[in-house]
């Protein structure tokens, strides 16, 4: 059963809202054309029922004062008057009844009597209003019988009902036509959205879909939709770069590699083979931490959730210099105690890491490690610079991005991947902080800005 039902329930949003809009009309119409009848019909009653009313007790007056006149006189609104005593017999009535019987025949109880009801007197097929009421005249308790046509009440009952009947279905047309029109027009942008989503494939993510001139919520939803497609482009874009920018880089290493494994093949002189194995170590370590590289930048594209709790930077900073026995340069340290973060301490040591391996390869004889606290803007400030030739203005953005190297012209060797401050800074944003390259009057500066802990605030 509940399955026919939804077979029978319309599966477009405009059928379903036309259904719903014309169903609750209808329902309110119904409710108000009952409400509307039923008022009428009591008000027109009631105003015939005072008309009787009014010239029952005019009349009842008359009698109790013993001056009934033959024939009664109708005044407005009343079309007969009858009066009979306690046996039934008619004393006095109107032109209308002359020579007629009793209208009705009410025994009062206890000599008083009020009582309305509907009838047909006349047997002309138009109703009346009758009103009964008892009179004490001086021969006794007369009950006198006052009418009033109902014609013009009943006349109008019909007349609304059968101008409801016709309206209703009418009204209920136009508000289904009305609701169809608009609901088609409000959707009309968005099966445009629909139709120019479905052209979009992974060789057309320049399209975007149309924006309503109208600022509602389609237009809303066009926007966000827009918004979503340039996110989306840029992502593909930068995966593409990074696919090719990572195939070139290991090409290299592994070309270099076989290289000299062809050579140590083709010469089988026992003399050659260390440098030859020496050299085929650089390469494979070479290779390796690049794959390390490019594999924790897939995990930092991907978001995978690390665990992170209360950390000292100024220990952090103190432990990475302390290892870093090989370097060319010592590195001198400005470190403010107590500066707490939330982070990881395995991703925060390779943004540390990161960013002293490239000031050692640029550093011409000096590098600084700084640390504070800001409590302006709740934040850690781990600075790191050299004295070597700097970062040019134009290029303080772009050295953040992948496989980038400012000096083209230098050796891979001495310059890496340029995947360390790419990096450094995806692990910063990670810890929703920032890395920024700012001026610095000897040399360059790298900048990451780490929200302090809670507990530090």
């Known amino acids: 059963m509940l399955r026919h039902a939804r077979r029978l329930w319309p599966g477009s949003v405009r059928a379903r809202a036309t259904l719903g809009a014309t169903a609750v009309v209808a329902v309110a119409l ?43 006189p109708l005044g407005h609104g009343a079309d007969f008057i009858q009066v009979v005593d306690a046996h039934g017999r008619v004393l006095a009535a109107s032109q209308n009844l002359a020579g007629r019987t009793a209208v009705a025949h009410l025994r009062p109880h206890d000599g008083r009597l009020r009582a309305t009801w509907s009838g047909e007197p006349f047997e002309d097929g138009h109703r009346q209003r009758i009103v009964a009421v008892t009179a004490r005249t ?68 320049h399209r975007r879909v149309p924006v309503p001139a109208a600022q509602d919520e389609v237009a809303r939803l066009a926007r966000t939709m827009n918004a979503t497609l340039d996110r989306l482009e840029d992502a593909v874009v930068r995966q593409r770069r990074f696919i090719a920018d990572a195939s070139h880089e290991l090409r290299s290493p592994i070309t270099v590699l076989r290289t000299q494994l062809e050579v140590a093949l083709a010469h089988p002189d026992p003399a050659l083979w260390p440098d030859l194995l020496g050299d085929a170590l650089e390469d494979t370590v070479r290779l390796q931490d690049l794959a390390s590289d490019l594999l924790l930048l897939a995990r930092l594209d991907a978001a995978e959730p690390v665990q992170r709790h209360p950390l000292d930077l100024a220990e952090l900073c103190r432990t990475t210099v302390a290892v870093r026995h090989g370097d060319r ?32 390869r640029h550093a011409g004889g000096r590098i600084e490690l700084a640390l504070r606290a800001d409590r302006g803007t709740r934040t850690a400030v781990l600075e790191v610079s050299d004295d070597g030739p700097g970062i040019p203005d134009a290029d303080r953005d772009r050295v953040f991005e992948r496989f980038t190297r400012l000096d083209d012209a230098r050796s891979r060797d001495l310059g890496g991947a340029g995947l360390g401050l790419a990096i450094a800074r995806d692990i910063a944003t990670h810890h929703h902080g920032t890395l920024t390259a700012e001026p610095h009057p000897h040399g360059a500066r790298i900048v990451a800005r780490i929200p302090l802990s809670r507990s530090e605030l």
């Open 30 to 72: 119904s409710a108000a054309s009952f409400a509307l009848l039923g008022i009428l019909h009591a008000n027109l009653q009631r105003n015939a029922n005072d008309a009787a009313t009014q010239q029952a007790n005019t009349v009842g007056r008359l009698a109790a004062q013993g001056r009934l006149p033959d024939p009664l």
């Open 329 to 360: 340069i010592r590195i001198d340290t400005r470190l403010e105690p107590g500066v707490v973060v939330e982070g990881n301490r395995g991703r925060l040591t390779r943004l540390l890491t990161n960013l002293l391996d490239n000031a050692q």
């Open 138 to 205: 001086p021969g006794g308790t007369v009950v006198v019988y006052a009418g009033t046509s109902l014609r013009e009440a009943d006349a109008a009952d019909e007349i609304t009902a059968v101008a409801l009947g016709i309206g209703t279905p009418l009204l209920l047309a136009t508000v289904a036509l009305v609701t169809w029109w608009v609901t088609g027009r409000a959707l009309r942008p968005v099966e445009a959205i629909r139709s120019e989503v479905a052209e979009i494939t992974g060789h057309a993510l």
